[in-house]
């Protein structure tokens, strides 16, 4: 669609309601994971070649720990030997938050580099849960960050019952490859991201970014910003201080509910930080084929694991706030305060020396916040000339 820029601005502008979020729950810094939980399983949802770790092994394995910049890794097992006879497993790690997160969430992840290569399948994702009896995808799943092997580009997708889709003249960023969020090959309503180093080399090389969600009665946005253009009232936020989005620009992926019943087809949802490998997307073999040599489990999972030394993601923060005075009120009362060790973090790509701050974050705990200080201009500008750039 061709728009004027006057236009455009008018049609993003009315996508979101001004309001400000209240902060729900931090992970960063020394207590990270305290508030997920490990899979303990083999993937049997999206049937990757891995075993998830428990907690203790992920310990023990050095497979989830935070750094000593104070950020959080995350990583599949690139030290063992996989025997390619047989049915085989590498060690990786699925978490899920121990919240459930309500509509009126908004979810912030800082990462500076997320796992890339071929046979490999990241995602950050909100699974819905499902009452006892229902089946996938009865509670929806929203997908904020997904990719497989050498993708230079993250992919969006929400995957719902019928009667879910993204409207047509929907106004975002990014590219949309299917509308039908109940589509029958399972993709769900995808877009693919088309601002630059949104994932792999690409992604890692530039600092990474940041990623936001908006899971709201009004739809579903999703925005990437590379290092250098996250908006400031990201890289300003304080642990304690409420997020406006007034300066994050146009979503890379809109959902909005003239398409999609959101209160309908969204109840609560964990947040879940996954690395699967090969399986139903990565694995399949023409998909595989299209970026890789050789078989995805032969070529990859087999043999010493050296290959993976990319295979991890490198997270200062995950953020989520909620529009509910109520319920910020509550997660924050509900949690027995404690306190935290001192995580020296940093968040900052360009050498920057990022201020610390120490406060009582998201379910009452005291966590170790590192702020990006990076200080931005004209990100909106830059967001605006690129869409028009991209025909928007
Ligand atoms: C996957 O395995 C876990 C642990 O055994 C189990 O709790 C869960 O129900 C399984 N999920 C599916 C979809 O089979
Ligand atoms: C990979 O995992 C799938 C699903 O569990 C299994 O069917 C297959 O045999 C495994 N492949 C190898 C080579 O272990
Ligand atoms: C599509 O929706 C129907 C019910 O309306 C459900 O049974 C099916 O599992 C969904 N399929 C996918 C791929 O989401
Ligand atoms: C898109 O179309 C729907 C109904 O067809 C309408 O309600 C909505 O206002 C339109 N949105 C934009 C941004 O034009
Ligand atoms: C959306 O779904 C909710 C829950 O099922 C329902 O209460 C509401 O009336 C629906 N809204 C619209 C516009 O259909
Ligand atoms: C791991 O395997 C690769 C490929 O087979 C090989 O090039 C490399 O030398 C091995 N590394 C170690 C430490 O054995
Ligand atoms: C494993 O990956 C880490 C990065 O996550 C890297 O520093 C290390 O060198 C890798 N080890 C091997 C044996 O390749």
Request: proline share 6%.
């Amino acid at each position: 669609m061709i728009m004027t820029r006057p236009t455009l601005l008018l049609a993003f502008c009315a996508l979101r309601a001004a309001a400000a979020y209240y902060p729900l729950i931090e992970y960063s810094g020394t207590t990270f994971f305290d508030g997920f939980d490990f899979y303990g399983a083999i993937d049997n949802t999206t049937w990757g070649n891995v075993t998830y770790v428990d907690a203790a092994d992920a310990n023990a394995e050095s497979l989830a720990y935070v750094n000593g910049a104070g950020n959080a890794i995350i990583k599949v097992d690139n030290s063992s030997t996989v025997l390619e006879a047989g049915i085989q497993y590498r060690k990786s790690v699925r978490l899920t938050s121990k919240y459930k997160f309500e509509i009126g969430t908004l979810f912030i992840i800082d990462a500076l580099h997320m796992p890339y290569g071929c046979s490999v399948w990241p995602s950050i994702w909100l699974n819905g849960v499902l009452e006892p009896g229902q089946v996938w995808p009865a509670a929806g799943e929203i997908d904020l960050i997904e990719a497989i092997n050498l993708f230079d580009h993250n992919q969006m997708a929400l995957h719902s019952y019928a009667g879910c889709v993204q409207p047509a003249n929907v106004t975002q960023m990014g590219h949309t490859l299917i509308h039908d969020c109940n589509d029958t090959t399972a993709s769900g309503c995808t877009v693919a991201e088309t601002k630059p180093n949104s994932f792999g080399a690409g992604f890692a090389g530039n600092g990474g970014g940041a990623f936001g969600l908006q899971f709201d009665v009004a739809g579903v946005f999703m925005w990437f910003w590379p290092r250098p253009s996250i908006p400031a009232s990201i890289t300003q936020a304080t642990p304690t201080g409420t997020m406006d989005l007034t300066d994050w620009g146009m979503p890379s992926a809109a959902y909005p509910a003239a398409g999609c019943n959101i209160t309908e087809f969204f109840p609560a949802q964990e947040l879940v930080v996954d690395i699967t490998l090969c399986g139903l997307w990565a694995g399949i073999p023409d998909v595989y084929a299209g970026d890789c040599p050789g078989t995805c489990f032969g070529n990859n999972i087999a043999g010493n694991g050296s290959n993976y030394a990319n295979a991890y993601f490198e997270i200062p923060a995950i953020r989520t706030y909620t529009i509910d005075a109520g319920v910020a009120a509550s997660a924050s009362a509900s949690a027995a305060p404690q306190t935290t060790g001192s995580a020296s973090g940093s968040a900052a790509a360009d050498g920057a020396n990022p201020t610390q701050v120490t406060t009582t974050g998201g379910a009452g705990r005291t966590v170790s916040t590192p702020v990006i200080p990076v200080p931005l201009v004209g990100a909106v500008a830059t967001i605006l000339l690129l869409g028009l750039g991209l025909g928007l």
